[in-house]
């Protein structure tokens, strides 16, 4: 196995020197050499674009945490206090609004442009945000909630792509973070703006409206990002995609960037990849890599330690706003810890810790449930067991698979595969959810924390045997890594 990617790697490097030779002439220059001569590109020019992208993420994060502290004044203003379906409705529709946002991403990504696709992504999210803000019923409140999820599943995909390949190579993992902070920094701005809302009549609709705000910027920004290089080329638009690279990288390093662009990246049957081809063949292995990372890391049983958390407080005698808040601060934490590691220790081994730290948890986890531990031993095993889950999560299970994910797919598919990926991403998330509280009642909490931990186990063993490194190799070393020529 080592030798053949040890071939696969020379011929990557002589594929490389002769593309590169070859659009050298073709310009009637020589810049062979010319990535090492002026070093790396400053990461200073595709901040601020990364940056606007990672809105997108801010707002998933906040729209997934608006219902926590303000669903009680909202089931009391709205009609429906006391049915625990429609308050599991509010909760969730916003998950089946997502799915459908998700499964769409990949083709209007690669169909209008990553920047308009944050536009379109924007929209629902204002329009959305509006109906549940003024909503009078619970039919209201549903749609509205409906509207902002299928921004939701178009916003993450989109981020991930845009963010992939508008980055340098040697600052793409740091990058690739940010989307995930921004997530915990939205999570976290709902629960602090939601904290009134047990005491003020009707803040829960200033909640809503709040968010108005970030998704309008998003929209109003995009107008002034960079596009894709990657989706101009596609396109057949050269002249843009050099345009686009100067604004990224500067002019010294624009040559050698469409160089560097796959071969897939330029127009060769772009439009014309069916949904078949991304389940067998070719690119089945990169995407099935990509379905079963994301569906580990929801079997992981991270939602369900979310869900459960405030109950988890509760029986330590913590409030559980502050709970949440512990939680959200050391999901930050993490996060913040894996952005500063994702560039030096790279992607595969973040993944292998993060998961074999989560499996540590949910056993700290099923100790708490035993019963022949004292009360305090319990209450220091299940709220430690819980929080160490939430930050190992966080440094790596948490924002990897996205940047990963993004890094994997070959040009040509990439941001169908996303598409993709990012549905089973949802269907599991949603039947975590739905069936979590049933399966704890049924099996109980050590059988059930047992389950999640072997879920992390076979998590580790898929990863070391699956994933690439792909920490500072462009996106065309990684394509060829993964997807050799067919014979």
Not at 54 to 66: E, K, N, R
Not at 116 to 127: D, G, N, S, V
Not at 441 to 464: D, S
């Amino acid at each position: 196995m080592r030798g053949r990617q040890r071939d696969m790697w020379s011929a990557y490097k002589r594929a490389s020197r002769d593309h590169l030779n070859a659009y050298d002439r073709e310009e009637g220059r020589l810049q062979n050499g010319i990535g090492k001569e002026f070093g790396n590109p400053s990461w200073k020019r595709s901040l601020p674009h990364v940056l606007v992208a990672t809105i997108s993420s801010f707002l998933f994060g906040y729209h997934l945490g608006v219902v926590n502290d303000t669903l009680e004044s909202i089931s009391l203003d709205l009609g429906f206090s006391g049915s625990t379906l429609a308050e599991g409705l509010v909760v969730s529709t916003c998950l089946a609004g997502a799915f459908v946002g998700s499964v769409f991403s990949g083709w209007i990504a690669d169909g209008v442009g990553r920047r308009r696709a944050f536009q379109l992504c924007a929209l629902p999210m204002i329009i959305g945000a509006s109906m549940s803000a003024t909503a009078n019923t619970l039919v209201g409140m549903l749609l509205g909630r409906l509207i902002v999820g299928t921004g939701m599943g178009l916003g993450p995909p989109v981020a991930a792509l845009y963010v992939a390949e508008v980055s340098p190579a040697f600052v793409r993992g740091t990058f690739g973070s940010f989307t995930q902070i921004a997530t915990c920094l939205g999570l976290m701005g709902a629960l602090l703006i939601g904290i009134p809302a047990k005491d003020v009549v009707g803040w829960w609709r200033v909640c809503f409206w709040v968010s108005a705000v970030p998704a309008a910027l998003l929209a109003l920004l995009m107008e002034f990002c960079a596009e894709s290089p990657h989706w101009l080329l596609k396109k057949g638009k050269t002249a843009e995609t050099e345009a686009e690279f100067e604004k990224l990288l500067g002019v010294l390093h624009v040559k050698s960037a469409m160089a560097e662009l796959p071969k897939s990246d330029r127009g060769d049957e772009v439009d014309n990849v069916k949904f078949s081809e991304l389940l067998y063949g070719r690119h089945f292995r990169v995407v099935f890599i990509g379905s079963t990372l994301f569906a580990l890391q929801q079997l992981s049983g991270i939602n369900a330690v979310f869900y459960f958390s405030s109950t988890v407080f509760k029986s330590a005698g913590v409030p559980s706003d502050l709970g949440n808040i512990c939680v959200g601060i050391i999901n930050l934490s993490g996060s913040i810890i894996a952005m500063t590691l994702m560039d030096r220790l790279g992607r595969k081994v973040l993944l292998i810790w993060s998961f074999v730290g989560m499996a540590v948890s949910m056993g700290f986890q099923v100790m708490a449930a035993s019963a022949f531990l004292p009360g305090s031993g319990i209450l220091y095993l299940s709220v430690g067991g819980m929080l160490l889950f939430v930050f190992t999560f966080s440094m790596g299970a948490g924002p990897v698979p996205g940047l990963l994910l993004s890094e994997i797919f070959p040009g040509r598919i990439r941001a169908k595969a996303m598409a993709v990926c990012m549905a089973v991403h949802w269907v599991i998330n949603f039947f975590v959810g739905l069936l979590f509280l049933r399966l704890l009642e049924q099996l109980g909490p050590q059988v059930l924390y047992t389950i999640f931990a072997t879920f992390c186990l076979i998590a580790v063993v898929f990863v070391k045997r699956n994933v690439v490194e792909t920490k500072g190799r462009t996106l065309q070393e990684i394509e060829i890594a993964l997807l050799p020529s067919p014979s």
